[in-house]
């Protein structure tokens, strides 16, 4: 094992441009390879992660504290691009007897921190909140139509203290609104 490694280090500039000028081959004989031998391998991967469980978590661990900004980008990307899969995945979730017992304990929890709340958002105030806005979502601007409804927006949400008050009310898109989650102040969120 030693002078293997010890044969890579004085050779690697070699094998990286071999690699590079054969990539194709190689990766196309790599997908054969795992094909003709992929029940052999999952076996072989399924006993190295279980043997080696805690240094696979300690090494992961520290890949992420070490790469945080560039895991959380390559999460956010691959979020972007799947959400049609995300939204699959926890449609499922919340049909499983767990995935309503979560919701429903979220719904629970807002419910009572909206019974703690201050309440005195009238229908006229949420009118006037349109009007002043002129029918626009505060963050990004865009238009409300049929098809782009005004949400409701806390700037200091309510499951961080915040009222449902005419002063704590601003109109969201659904986009907009989401993206805010429960943040309270600035637009470090909103891409738009």
Same mark, same amino acid.
């Given at each position: 094992m030693?002078?293997?490694k010890?044969?890579?280090?004085k050779? +690697?500039?070699?094998?990286? &441009?071999?690699?590079?000028k !054969? $990539?194709?081959?190689? *990766?196309?004989?790599? /997908?054969l390879?795992?094909?003709?031998?992929?029940?052999?391998?999952?076996?072989?991967?399924r006993k190295?992660?279980k043997?080696?469980?805690?240094e696979? +978590?300690e090494?992961?661990? &520290?890949?992420y504290?070490? !790469? $945080?900004r560039k895991v *959380?980008d390559?999460? /956010?990307?691959?979020?972007q691009?799947?959400k049609?899969i995300?939204?699959e995945?926890?449609?499922?979730?919340y049909?499983?007897?767990?995935?309503?017992l979560?919701?429903q304990?979220?719904?629970?929890?807002?419910?009572? $921190?909206?019974?703690?709340?201050?309440?005195?958002?009238t229908?006229?105030?949420w009118l006037?909140?349109?009007?002043?806005?002129?029918?626009?979502?505060?963050?990004?601007?865009?238009e409300?139509?049929e098809n782009?409804?005004?949400?409701k927006?806390?700037?200091?949400?309510?499951?961080?203290?915040?009222?449902?008050?005419?002063?704590?009310i601003?109109?969201?898109?659904r986009?907009c609104?989401?993206?805010?989650?429960?943040?309270?102040?600035?637009?470090e969120?909103?891409?738009?």
């Amino acid at each position: 094992m030693a002078y293997n490694k010890e044969y890579y280090d004085k050779h +690697k500039e070699q094998w990286k &441009n071999n690699y590079q000028k !054969n $990539k194709d081959k190689i *990766l196309e004989k790599r /997908k054969l390879h795992y094909e003709q031998n992929r029940e052999r391998l999952k076996r072989q991967f399924r006993k190295y992660y279980k043997d080696n469980q805690e240094e696979r +978590k300690e090494y992961q661990r &520290n890949y992420y504290l070490d !790469n $945080k900004r560039k895991v *959380l980008d390559l999460n /956010k990307k691959w979020a972007q691009k799947n959400k049609d899969i995300i939204f699959e995945i926890q449609n499922r979730y919340y049909q499983t007897e767990k995935g309503k017992l979560s919701r429903q304990r979220v719904k629970f929890n807002r419910r009572t $921190k909206e019974k703690e709340a201050i309440n005195t958002l009238t229908s006229e105030e949420w009118l006037d909140i349109l009007e002043y806005f002129n029918y626009r979502c505060a963050y990004c601007g865009c238009e409300f139509d049929e098809n782009n409804l005004p949400e409701k927006d806390h700037i200091i949400p309510i499951s961080k203290g915040g009222n449902n008050t005419k002063d704590n009310i601003v109109p969201a898109c659904r986009s907009c609104n989401a993206k805010k989650h429960n943040k309270i102040t600035g637009l470090e969120w909103c891409k738009c």
